[in-house]
């Protein structure tokens, strides 16, 4: 193609790769970042300027190195990068977020240099801007506790504080023999640790595929007792390292991890993050020559090294990205890790809970609470109820999410059965309920977790470029509005549980208007209903002539987007446009005690909880469109984050729902006495 770069993104690695691997030709992941990054991978032999493809030292890369010995051409090596999937590749055939190509070496074959060691060596790592994201970068990462894999059980604590950890890997794993090490060399470290440290416990960590049976390690239980412990239970590695005394390892990830953590570990390797001055190295490696910080250390092997891949937008991305993908795919399986029976949902959400609910183990579903709660405990799941749809007095045993549509919802009206991008789980209460704290008040209420504040600007930012609301329908261009001090109004469903729960004395949609003009009588006030009521399937209607001269322009059909730059102010009861009010700037007043109220942003007439204090906007935004609600991107159908549904809102690029969700959404709003049948 004319003008088309001729050695790709991967610096140093050919645009076109041959190999003779036949599990490449079914490694779709990796023939997809390749094509992205401007390569081409064929199966075959390689003419002048080409380049040859292996995995690492794999048992089969043999014949990759003899080829491109023979035809004279760049040999590659390939690796996974250092955040991989939730499950290991042997476990579920996950695909890796990220790879590592290296037309010099491989990261962990000592031997040689490697493209990681001379990005190390080299001056790039001095820029304040690179090491600064690095820092944050690392945060987030010890705050999500996100690691190359993510399949531990977030419950299990650590063992008590103070252990010397010593990190397991797999026999005849090739990262092993390439940092100049073998199996003799782990009992070498387990007896230093001993010595090093008389009177401390010592804890081996098993690697994770041997604890899963998938491959044998170098220690078993005959290596326990007095006081050293096998640990072979899924706890988080960054739990174990923060509780750790010392690390000591050969060349696992775990000792780069505990780098990040502030431990200087022992390393009996040589592995890629050993001879920068970070470690205590039982061997040397002169031409290593560069002292490093860990921030540098990690802005080489994770920012500048690696080819991150966005499965949901399928594009190459940045490492922040790929930590916002992980954030959104380890929150699913940690949540959904046990199963949940869902209790009285209807049958149109079912499929679209089922996709969000039900990666790991099917979501089972069962119409009556009690019986759902009953299934629940005997089977170890956890129980998701439709928020306000609890019976009166009812009181799970097994553990209870009552689940609510999230703030940034879909493309159309849940009322016609469109189904959510988002979902929010809260196991206190729930957001619109003031009477008892929610989640969502406990995430406003803490600190913003490290990089929330930049996130939730930078998702102002394109909330308020986009336009993007709830509902995001489709509206004709705004008409002419009157001159003078604009206050935009809302209407409500005037049953909605937001209304019976959280408001104040003014309960209904005309005793509103009648409330904002007698505070109000000069301004101009225009009134929007809502569109559910609008579109006859909820309570709300306000008869025209009893409008009078409460309002001055009522919009039936109007973009909350477009409307919100045109007023001066927003007063409501409890309705979400009074958050997408505060997301765009504009003063807001509250008759209730929507979950926004209450944190000294909104003009407050209603009561409002007395444990809700002070918040920024920042970190109201986080909570509500970040922290709160889970996210399901139906185009790659998996879990994502809120960046990507925002992607979605923006271009429209959603699967149609279909004709028999829209004939559905008639049925219910005409035969409402018969909902039974679609519930």
Known sequence: MAGARQDGLIPGVPRRLWHQNLSFLRDQRLHRILALAGHELRLGFPGPGDGVLVWGHSPTAWRGEK?????????????????????????????????LFDPVGVHFDSSRPSRIEEILQSDNLTDSNIRDLARRLIARLKHLDVSKYNNHDSDLPAPPPGYVLVVDQTRGDAAIAQANASAATFRIMLDAALADHPDASIVIRAHPETASGLRPGHFSPADAGGRVVLSTDPISPHRMLAAASAVYTVSSQLGFEAILHGHRPRVFGQPFYAGWGLTQDETHLPRRTARLTADQLFAGAMIHAPLWYDPCRDLLCDLEAVIDQLEAETRAFRDDRRGHVAAGMRLWKRPRLQAFFGGVRALRFQDDPVAADALATRTGRGLLVWAGKEPAGFAPKAPCLRIEDGFLRSRGLGAELVPPLSLVTDDRGIYYDPGRPSQ????????LPPGGRERADALLVRLRAGGLTKYNLPAPPLSQLPDGHRILVPGQVENDASILKGGGEIRTNLALLRTVRAANPGAVVIYKPHPDVVAGLRPGLIPPAALGDLADVVLTVADPAALLPVVQEVWTMTSLLGFEALVRGLPVTCLGAPFYAGWGLTQDLGPVPAWRSQADLATLTHAALIGYPRYWDPVSRRPCPPEVALDRLTTGHIPDPGPVNRLLARAQGRFASLAHLWR
């Open 440 to 447: 969502l008040d406990a995430l406003i209420a803490a600190h």
């Open 67 to 99: 080829l491109a010995a023979i035809r004279g051409v760049t040999l590659v090596r390939v690796e996974d990068a250092f955040l991989r999937s939730v499950h290991p590749g042997r476990q579920r055939g996950e695909p890796p977020i990220g790879l």
